[in-house]
């Protein structure tokens, strides 16, 4: 190897260095502003404007603008401000405490109010202005100031309505009631109570279902005494309703109607096929949970006898149903009837 080929020796390498590296000094004062405060900066400004936005988005609804412009001439203020009230009125109540409490201002029922019977004044009503009535009556549900919006529940619930009205005044109705009796009171309001009962004698089996649900919800002595009425009516649906809502009251004086749905659900069939067998399939199971959620209300407050025999029929269905979440669900119920305590009151008080 040649002299010009052999690797350079540590000598020469160190040779070709600068004699002295520079020195090292502490970082300034503007190079550490640079490196951390100013990033923290813009971080906290960051999150300053997210607070900032979420406030402004779970923030008071000007409801005092919206009212007003329910009462404009112009339809498109008027249905995207009821459309605003509507949505505020739920964003509000899912605040609790911490909300504005629209439902119970009467300023805003008494414009849903107006706005709903100032619909109403129309006879003929293309799908547009039905949609429009049917959002008006949902919103009047969710209102509790019913001294304001009374005039148009009253009005809507009135026979010579269309069904369809009657029946989602109906629901209306049962929302606000539904509310009431969350916080242990009660729709103590003759007129309206007059009404649902006077709908509850419809030809109309549905609104005599709505009737019922209603009725179970408002209680009081005269809501009970038509519910009684009603665990007699020969549509089926309107009975269990009616049973539901004594039990929902604690009372066993609709445990005949449980056993008949207990006793029919053994009998189903084990495939359901066409689409009119299907639809009928999902009823029957949607009447067998409300009455096994109803068995289960009332468990305590029945007999010996009747825990044994409805414990019998349960676990007759255990082994039938087609349907493995009811099947568990009916064990569930059962194990509970077989633990419940001695029953406080006799069965139909």
Do not use: C
Not at 60 to 84: C, E, F, G, H
Request: without cysteine.
């Amino acid at each position: 190897m040649s002299s010009t080929d052999s690797p350079s020796t540590p000598s020469q390498a160190d040779a070709a260095l600068p004699e002295h590296l520079p020195p090292v000094e502490p970082p300034s004062a503007s190079f550490i502003v640079q490196l951390f405060l100013v990033p923290a900066i813009i971080v906290a400004v960051v999150i300053g404007l997210y607070v900032l936005f979420g406030k402004l988005a779970a923030g008071d609804t000007d409801w005092r603008q919206l009212v007003s412009d329910i009462k404009s001439d112009n339809p498109n203020v008027r249905w995207r401000a009821a459309l605003n009230l509507a949505e505020g009125l739920d964003s509000d109540e899912a605040r609790g405490l911490e909300g504005q409490h629209l439902a119970s201002i009467p300023e805003i029922a008494t414009a849903l109010n107006d706005l709903t019977l100032q619909q109403l004044k129309s006879t003929v009503r293309n799908d547009e202005q039905q949609q429009q009535l049917a959002f008006l009556l949902k919103a009047l549900g969710r209102m509790d100031a019913v001294d304001q919006i009374r005039p148009a529940l009253r009005t809507t619930l009135d026979e010579t309505q269309e069904g369809e009205i009657r029946k989602q005044s109906l629901q209306a109705i049962a929302m606000i009631a539904g509310r009431r009796q969350a916080k242990g009171e009660s729709l103590s309001d003759p007129e309206l109570v007059d009404a649902v009962i006077a709908a509850s004698q419809s030809p109309d089996p549905v609104l005599r279902q709505h009737a019922a649900f209603a009725l179970g919800l408002i209680g009081g002595p005269i809501g009970e005494s038509r519910l009684g009425e009603l665990l007699e009516d020969p549509d089926e649906m309107t009975r269990m309703n009616a049973a539901i809502g004594f039990a929902r009251a604690g009372s066993p004086r609709g445990l005949g109607v449980f056993q008949l749905v207990l006793k029919q659900s053994a009998d189903w069939p084990a495939q359901a096929n066409s689409p009119r067998e299907i639809e009928a399939a999902f009823e029957k199971q949607l009447m067998l949970r409300n009455a096994l959620q109803a068995i289960e209300q009332i468990g305590p407050k029945l007999t010996p006898a009747d825990r044994t025999d409805l414990a019998a029929q349960l676990a007759q269905l255990e082994s039938t149903l087609p349907d493995q979440a009811l099947r568990l669900r009916a064990k569930e119920v059962r194990i509970g009837l077989e633990k419940a305590s001695p029953p406080t009151a006799e069965r139909g008080t």
